[in-house]
């Protein structure tokens, strides 16, 4: 994922959710899992008939985004609506401000209504967020 520290991520270089089953399949039969995906982001497939499963997070070649209905609250208190956002809400003034649950609960639904409809790694403009995935809490 284009979440690298060193920025340094390459499409050029990526390897594919097509490439991953393509490499998997050369040493085991993969089936769907046959459950509904849902939000998760890993598709999953069985191995070899099961019980055993694999999961691809392929958030770049097959985006989940339509069913994504995650958020995350980093250690400094912003609230990201997505890994690749390049924007975030600041929980830190109204949690020591002695905000009340509500005034938190209605900061939280108003960056969620913010939060866009797909990541934008397929357009040219695209910016990998200037935080690493291990800043981030993913």
Known sequence: MPLDAGHTW???TMITADDILAELSRQFT????GEARGSAPAERF????????????????????????????TADGQ????????????L?????EDATDEQIADA???????KQAGHGIDDPTFLQPVRPMSAIGG
């Open 30 to 33: 993969l089936t769907p899992h």
């Open 10 to 12: 390459d499409r050029g």
């Open 79 to 90: 609230i990201r609506t997505c890994l690749f956002a390049t924007g975030e809400t600041d």
């Open 108 to 114: 939280w639904a108003e960056a969620m209504v913010g």
């Open 92 to 96: 830190k003034p109204l949690l020591r």
């Open 46 to 73: 069985l191995v070899d008939g099961g019980p055993s499963t694999v999961g691809i997070i392929a958030s770049v070649t097959r985006p989940f985004c339509g069913d994504c209905d995650r958020v995350r609250l």
